[in-house]
């Protein structure tokens, strides 16, 4: 009696345990490594963030209580932590919820009882998500004149 297969992919009949099984196709893409990705396929690093944040105008990067803070005139619209694992981003109420509620890295970030802004988790952070919020937070402490 033949063997059934375990799954639609792997072909029927008996092999040898220590024999490959020859799939048609592979199960799960093979996904080639980015320079600068930790492997996971949406992840970012410090360097991508600093990059998407230095190419804002009149940006500048200096400390902030053992951070890295991002600020327009003077203004801080985001703060990472030395090990570069996640952002503080400041953006208003809807774009936190918005981003908390539709990104599973992101959550909101609170000082004392006001919503102060989104944290994500740059390891599985998209990057075209965080240029976005960067971009805003930015405007937001930018003003008009820029």
Request: hydrophobic share 40%.
């Amino acid at each position: 009696m033949p063997v059934k297969p375990v799954h639609p992919a792997i072909p029927r009949g008996i092999h040898r345990p220590d024999e490959p099984i020859a799939l048609a196709k592979p199960l799960f893409p093979v996904l080639t490594p980015v320079e600068g990705h930790k492997g996971v396929p949406n992840s970012m690093n410090l360097d991508q963030l600093r990059a998407i944040a230095l190419s804002l105008p009149e940006t500048s990067e200096a400390p902030h209580h053992g951070r890295t803070s991002f600020r327009v005139k003077g203004k801080i619209f985001a703060t990472a932590p030395p090990d570069g694992s996640s952002v503080n981003i400041f953006v208003d109420e809807h774009a936190v919820r918005t981003a908390a509620a539709t990104n599973p890295g992101c959550s909101e970030v609170w000082w004392g009882k006001r919503l102060a802004g989104v944290q994500v988790r740059l390891d599985d952070a998209d990057e075209a998500l965080v240029a976005e919020l960067l971009t805003e937070a930015w405007r937001a402490k930018a003003g008009r004149d820029l």
